[in-house]
């Protein structure tokens, strides 16, 4: 038949030149193949390809001859002969390097078909570098909306999605569709495969019913395009069962694993690798439903398929996870543990260790072909090691190894976040591993020092804790510090200054498309317009930074530094004598609470926390409408809750206190991070009888007895020692005292613009601005610098002045965005300014360098925002750490102008005689209380604020005056004393002459 098909194409274009004739030919039988592979004829389809691949090299139409390899290792691939298909892609790229220009679109394509290879055998990294050759190519040669470089972009997603950098996938993802969909239309097999893509994305958040809906778009488009036997239709099936497990439907998970697998034998036959993915999910289904048996059997029909193509693909090591975690579901922990080790060989190229005992080191992570399989692999390891050690073995050999692996698994997370540009994709990587990691080792930790009694493993514990803790704060300041140190060239720096303030302004725009106000509609276009220059932007941006880290490796190992604040770190540079470190960890199962002092560690473990939950919303609802309850009801309400979350959440630990420490450092979590501690009661409250009156002066407030500051880990404060304020000012600057910004928002007021100095504003009293400037003016009492109102007190005026000053107060209305807290905002006074629009975003902040000692947000719940486990509140407050500022003072709910005013007034009066920040805002608090009402001493209007980082004192120009007048005096008294000794010495020995004479 193939004999006759060549013989009649040949006769049929004897009309034509030679030449013409064979390259006409040889067109035929590419459009010949082209209708053989979409009938799943690969053999045929391969044969054809070949023989015109001949015709066209022999007429040395190269860019044709590359495209004939291309497609022939296309079909290779689908029969996943992998090793044939990177046979011809390499020789097609070699003959293409020697007889086309380098930047010739045919060789994109050869890049990507290699590209496809690597990612198929699970060698990501590799994969990832020539999909980035193809897309440069591409991108010079091509439109940036052509197809092929829509097809380079959705073959990048698909890897980023395999390495679990979910929001890369996702940016990839959508860039692919929207080209796809501008150029071939709706319905189309590549369409159809970015909605069943999307459909992934839309799985990993959960978004089931999403989910489905984008699979069945895309089955719908299959259907028509490619009939109801394709192998894309078996993958989109095998998705849906994934979707329909993850809710507990197994039943129809089950339906559409077999259709999948009914297709996929018919299509591919019954050795082919894609089918052991839906072998595997059948067996998870069983092992769900606890059939053990049923479960280890798809497991095993899915390990012996695949072994035979590639024995070190991940896919194998999941395989071997999974038949592990089937035995650790049925209690064969031995049996479980063996499975794990021959996924961490599999895994790990130059690892083959088979003793559980043993496991990779961190030297192995750049061997690792997935990292996201491995890291549960380790999860699973070390959870069975604890319960072979409790159930079987009692053998304190296996519990610490169940630690040494649970570390070992913190090791490979930070390693994983460090390779990861979005701050978003670190997030959700360390807050799905909260319990299953940090509060694992910190729970084995403690077990073993349950049963030996060594201090280490409390160390060790409260490492755990740190580690979990504000993972992208610690980098942000070890960002800074790399520039500092790294020798970075001036101009790098400043380009990569113009690229966040170039994403910062694209980001904006497109949070300002996609909300655009009540009653308008969401322009898409425009939304497009600007997510498309957000892409090009953050490409060019990682590029950037991968120069930075290639070149500049102090840069990288700065920046990259994951080691945590230890208790011996936390002795030497933070704590006194007379202070303490309070460190609270919120897991599933329990919540852990550190104390640390100069002479001991102690670790509080408050098994069922869901009461302290309760009664800790009970007092947070105190606070949540404004003006508060007055009446005698909410009066014992708080009194009541006050002094019985006292009871369960510190009491305990500083009665185990052998110091008498009057400063508590407090780092808080969960739902207690919303919550000053300094308005809990010591000791229970007295309740009204009579016609007693409500008085809330004299109660027994924590406040009273310690000194308190907050911080979000004990490394941050340490970084903050470490790194200089002003790291990344220059030596020439001058650092200036306050920079004060107090906006106005109504119509009519640029008759109150103002702009200057102390002395301006002494001289002119602005006693008519409202409460900001109100507030403004009782600052200027204490401190001198830049003072901003009405139309000055602007966002460009925010952006230009920040970094020049050791104080910035922000007396400005703040909005909390409880969708995405990257969205919460600051409003500066409205100018119609062309370029900035005068509210400040947190995601802002985020792309700024500030060198402020202290920020004071004194607008209403600036340090509200959504809890993110391992990273705490993503409040405004936060934005400005994120930025480099060591303190910032906040408000946990709304609060008064007048109140405010007032408290600041003390605030500042402190802060310039010297006194620490943390004192300081304790002697205002009490000051205030002292010197109010009965009812105006509600916590309300003074526990708001709160300090957060550093708690150093500020040293002021006139602070630095005294000082040197002070040193003078006695520098003189020094000289005037000497001078009077020595003439002392003078006379005696005159004297003593004298006599001799």
């Not at 999910?281 to 606890?290: E, K, S």
């Not at 470190?581 to 919540?591: K, L, Q, R, V």
Request: with cysteine; proline share 3%; hydrophobic share 35%.
């Amino acid at each position: 038949m193939r004999l006759f098909l060549l013989i009649l194409l040949a006769f049929s274009n004897t009309v034509v030149p030679a030449q013409e004739a064979n390259i006409l030919l040889a067109n035929q039988y590419m459009e010949k193949a082209q209708v053989l592979r979409a009938s799943s004829s690969y053999d045929s389809s391969i044969f054809y390809l070949e023989e015109a691949a001949k015709i066209y090299e022999k007429v040395e139409y190269w860019e044709k001859w590359l495209k004939s390899y291309n497609e022939i290792a296309r079909n290779y691939f689908v029969l996943s002969n992998y090793k044939k298909a990177l046979v011809y892609l390499q020789k097609a790229l070699n003959k293409g390097l020697q007889k086309l220009e380098k930047d010739n679109p045919g060789l994109a394509g050869i890049y990507n078909g290699i590209g496809i290879i690597y990612r198929n055998q699970g060698a990501y990294e590799k994969a990832l570098k020539v999909f980035l050759k193809a897309q440069d190519i591409q991108m010079k040669a091509l439109k940036k909306d052509d197809p092929r470089l829509a097809s380079i972009y959705n073959n990048m997603g698909v890897v980023y999605h395999n390495q679990g950098n979910f929001v890369k996938t996702l940016e990839y993802f959508q860039k692919s569709i929207d080209i796809w969909l501008k150029t071939l239309g709706e319905i189309h097999p590549d369409v159809a495969m970015a909605y069943n893509n999307m459909g992934v994305i839309y799985k990993d958040q959960r978004a089931y019913a999403k989910a489905l809906e984008y699979y069945q778009k895309a089955i719908d488009i299959w259907l028509e395009t490619l009939g109801s036997k394709h192998p894309n239709i078996a993958m989109a099936y095998n998705n849906i069962g994934i979707v329909y497990r993850a809710q507990g439907s197994y039943r129809k998970a089950l339906e559409y694993y077999q259709k999948a697998i009914d297709i996929r034998l018919k299509t591919l036959g019954q050795e082919h690798p894609l089918i052991t993915s839906t072998y595997d999910n059948v067996g998870l289904v069983y092992r769900d439903l606890g059939y053990y048996k049923k479960a280890l059997k798809y497991h095993q029909k899915a390990l012996d398929t695949r072994l035979k193509f590639d024995a070190k693909h991940p896919v194998v090591g999941k395989s071997y996870g999974n038949t592990g975690l089937t035995y650790q579901s049925q209690g064969s922990y031995r049996k479980a543990l063996e499975y794990y080790q021959k996924a961490l060989i599999n895994l790990v190229a130059k690892f083959d260790s088979t003793s559980i005992h043993m496991n990779p080191s961190f030297n192995h992570f750049d061997q690792v072909s997935s990292k996201p399989i491995m890291l549960e692999v380790l999860i699973n390891k070390s959870f069975a090691l604890k319960k072979y050690y409790e159930h079987k073995t009692q053998d304190i050999k296996d519990l610490k190894f169940s630690l040494e692996t649970t570390r070992l698994a913190l090791d490979l997370l930070d390693s994983m976040r460090n390779e990861y540009m979005s701050s978003q994709t670190k997030r959700e990587l360390a807050e799905k591993n909260i319990s299953k990691v940090y509060e694992r080792a910190i729970e084995t930790a403690l077990d073993l020092f349950a049963v030996t009694g060594e201090e280490n493993f409390l160390y060790q514990a409260f490492e755990a804790s740190e580690r979990s803790k504000s993972y992208l704060l610690r980098e942000a300041l070890n960002e800074s510090a790399a520039r500092q140190f790294a020798g970075i060239p001036d101009s790098l720096l400043q380009q990569e200054e113009d690229l966040k303030i170039q994403l910062s302004f694209y980001e904006k725009k497109r949070f300002e498309a996609e909300h655009p106000g009540f009653g308008k509609e969401v322009d898409s276009t425009k939304v497009q317009y600007y997510q498309n220059q957000l892409f090009e932007k953050k490409r060019a941006y990682e590029k950037l930074v991968d120069i930075l880290e290639k070149d500049y490796p102090d840069y990288y190992q700065i920046k990259y530094d994951t080691k945590v604040t230890s208790v011996e770190d936390l002795r030497s540079t933070i704590l006194s004598d007379s202070s303490a470190f309070i460190e609270y960890f919120m897991g599933d199962s329990s919540m852990y609470v550190f104390s640390i002092t100069q002479q001991e560690i102690k670790v509080h473990v408050i098994k069922d926390f869901t009461e302290v939950e309760k009664v800790s919303e009970a007092l947070q609802s105190v606070f949540a409408t404004y003006p508060p309850d007055l009446s005698v009801e909410a009066y014992e309400s708080f009194t009541t809750s006050s002094h019985s979350l006292y009871e369960k959440l510190l009491l305990p630990v500083l009665e185990s206190l052998r110091s008498q420490a009057n400063k508590l450092i407090v780092s808080l979590d969960g739902n207690l991070s919303s919550l000053p501690i300094e308005l809990l009661l010591y000791k229970g409250a007295p309740f009204i009888e009579g016609e007693e009156e409500v008085n809330y002066a004299n109660l027994p407030y924590l406040l009273q007895k310690y000194q308190i500051s907050y911080t979000y880990s004990a490394t941050l404060l340490q970084q903050n020692k470490k790194i200089p304020v002003h790291a990344h000012r220059k030596e020439t600057e001058v650092k200036k005292e306050c920079l004060v910004f107090a906006p106005t928002y109504g119509e009519g007021n640029t008759t109150y613009a103002k702009r200057g100095g102390l002395e301006t504003l002494r001289n002119k009293g602005l006693v008519d601005l409202p409460g900001a400037q109100r507030e403004a003016q009782n600052i200027s009492n204490y401190v001198d610098g830049l003072f901003l109102f009405d139309v000055e007190a602007r966002e460009a005026n925010f952006k230009q002045e920040a970094s020049n000053y050791s104080i910035i107060h922000l007396a400005v209305h703040a909005e909390l965005e409880d969708q995405d807290p990257l969205y919460s905002r600051l409003y500066f006074t409205n100018t119609n300014d062309t370029i900035e629009d005068d509210t400040l975003h947190t995601y802002e902040l985020y792309n700024m360098q500030l060198s402020a000692e202290l920020v004071v947000l004194s607008g209403c719940e600036t340090g509200m925002g959504e809890y993110v486990r391992g990273e705490g509140v993503m409040s405004l407050s936060r934005g400005f750490m994120y930025a480099g500022t060591p303190s910032v003072l906040l408000s946990m709910w709304k609060v008064s102008d007048i109140h405010t005013s007032e408290l600041m007034d003390y605030f500042y009066s402190n802060l310039s005689e010297g006194l620490p920040k943390d004192a300081s805002l304790r002697l205002a608090k009490q000051r205030y209380v002292e010197r109010s009402d009965r009812l105006g001493s509600h916590p309300y209007y003074w526990a708001s604020f709160v300090l957060y980082g550093d708690p150093q004192p500020i040293v002021f120009g006139d602070n630095f005056s005294n000082w040197w007048l002070w040193y003078g005096i006695i520098a003189i008294i020094i000289i005037l004393l000497a001078l009077l000794l020595i003439k002392r010495k003078e006379a005696s020995k005159s004297k003593k002459e004298l006599d001799l004479w």
